[in-house]
């Protein structure tokens, strides 16, 4: 082979060699970095796996937590447990006096002082107005419509915040009113049924309901906080996927929703008590048949606080009060309350309070 082609062979060999060297360095770095990456998503999926566990423990999903049980023995004869509710809140809705001919106003500084008051009163009536009983604790049922929500051209045109924000805005105060109690009653069971105007859909939805509503999201970052700050559990919740909840007090049975799926077909002289009741004989029998019987339903939206356990339903109020929307429709005028219950072992519901939430001196309209 003459001398230039087996010099020039030799060249060639060389270069390959080297190039194959360096396709060995870089495929051994690759496969270090592969064997990095895949320590690094194994740490990181176990830190997901964690905090799962976590969020899931933190929702601490008990319908009947130890000391909602019955209670028994002559001991315990003045014991008894609160029911308050919250519901058609409105959070981030504006009412203006001046087309309201005076009787009613609302903006976030009147809601902040309205939940506060809701809070507040709660305390004392169960304190000075209910007083000779020993409470267990307290149920917060949250009935939705925490926030006034974007699903109406005229409220995202008039609205002080976003949805998005008002539920951030809702959360802390929601927070401090259990704060609050916890202080007062020790225990606290918060249930929870997401309303009609949480949602982020412009339609109402059957499918993934409470997931794509922000009364849902409050409750669980009320929930996420109080797994960090409560862990002895004496702040429990409910939140369950489904558009309502059940829960025990004692051996008493209660259902919680929303109410908008009732629908309204009443008039401005009996306002709704037609629909609740006709939607909650329906409701009876879907229950029984699912398994899930109960002896009172609790229903919000129809802004309107009718106490009325003896015909199977409490139909509660509204925070925002009485608005346009009611006054174009000529529906009688209403002061923003909530319901307040006392349920006891033996009986039930046996007392019954509004708890008013407006002061029109202090709210300035």
């Known amino acids: 082979m003459p001398r230039d082609i087996e010099e020039y062979a030799e060249e060639q060999a060389e270069a390959r060699f080297a190039e194959n060297a360096e396709i060995r360095r870089e495929l051994n770095a690759v496969r270090a970095a592969y064997g990095s990456a895949k320590a690094e998503h194994a740490r990181i999926k176990s830190e997901l796996d964690t905090l799962e566990k976590v969020y899931e423990e933190a929702l601490i999903l008990q319908p009947q937590p130890d000391w909602l049980k019955p209670s028994k023995g002559k001991a315990d004869r003045n014991r008894a447990t609160l029911i308050a509710f919250l519901s058609d809140v409105h959070a981030g809705e504006v009412v203006r006096a001046e087309e309201m001919t005076g009787y009613n106003a609302f903006n976030l500084d009147i809601c902040d002082a309205r939940l506060a008051r809701f809070f ?27 926030v006034s929500g974007d699903i109406h051209d005229e409220l995202e045109q008039t609205n002080e915040l976003s949805g998005l924000d008002t539920t951030l805005w809702v959360a802390p105060r929601l927070l401090a009113g259990i704060e609050r109690w916890a202080e007062e009653f020790g225990a606290i069971h918060v249930v929870s049924a997401p ?60 259902a919680l929703e929303h109410g908008d799926n009732l629908r309204f077909s009443g008039t401005s002289e009996i306002g709704a008590l037609g629909p609740v009741k006709r939607g909650t004989l329906r409701k009876a029998r879907q229950h029984e048949q699912e398994g899930r019987p ?21 139909m509660n109020g509204s925070v925002k009060g009485y608005d346009e929307y009611a006054r174009g429709w ?22 019954q309070a509004p708890v008013l939430v407006s002061d029109r001196g202090t709210e300035g309209w």
């Open 294 to 314: 109960f002896d009172v339903n609790l229903v919000g939206h129809f802004h309107q606080l009718v106490m009325a356990p003896s015909q199977g339903f409490v």
């Open 195 to 254: 309303g009609n105007h949480g949602r982020d859909s412009a339609k109402p939805r059957y499918k993934g309901r409470s997931a794509h509503n922000a009364d849902t999201h409050i409750a669980r970052v009320a929930a996420l906080y109080h797994s960090q700050t409560n862990p002895a559990g004496s702040v429990t919740f409910d939140i369950p996927e489904a558009w309502d909840a059940d829960f025990r007090v004692y051996d008493w049975r209660f």
């Open 330 to 351: 000529h529906l009688k005028p209403e002061p923003a309350q909530q319901a307040l219950m006392v349920v006891t072992p033996e009986n039930g519901i046996t007392a």
């Open 120 to 146: 507040d009163k709660t305390v004392m009536l169960a304190r000075d107005y209910l007083a000779g009983v020993t409470y267990d604790g307290i149920v917060l049922a949250l009935g939705g419509d925490m």
